[in-house]
Nanobody, 121 residues
């Protein structure tokens, strides 16, 4: 079984910073990409940032220049450093991992349980 455990998040004032982290564990052969999505009340889940095993990254336009994603391939962890936070960043942040469980070329996407980030104005 594969498990993604998130930590961090919380409440911060606008302009402040937060860091969320995610660790993948269990029957993992290889992880192709890890990243973060978020979902605000009444809105669809949206991509925030993703990083591949070779380190190319992709960010939503709304967070470019403010958020930084990083990854430790050896530990199967991914972090999201969020600076200059805005009230519109308020959402539940979900970690995901696209991975193989064994040598078969079958990829699975797993999700964490989500962590709340609230930015007050």
């Amino acid at each position: 079984q594969v498990r993604l455990m998130e930590s961090g998040g919380g409440l911060v004032q606008a302009g402040g910073s937060l860091r969320v982290s995610c660790a993948a564990s269990g029957s993992i052969f290889s992880i192709k990409a890890m990243g973060w999505y978020r979902q605000a009340p009444g809105k669809q889940r949206e991509l925030v940032a993703v990083i591949t095993s070779s380190a190319p990254t992709n960010y939503a336009d709304s967070v470019k220049g403010r958020f930084t994603i990083s990854r430790d391939n050896a530990k199967n962890t991914v972090d999201l450093q969020m600076n200059s936070l805005k009230p519109e960043d308020t959402a539940v942040y979900y970690c995901h991992a696209d991975l193989q469980k064994d040598s078969n070329p079958i990829w699975y996407r797993y999700w964490g349980q989500g962590t709340q980030v609230t930015v007050s104005s």
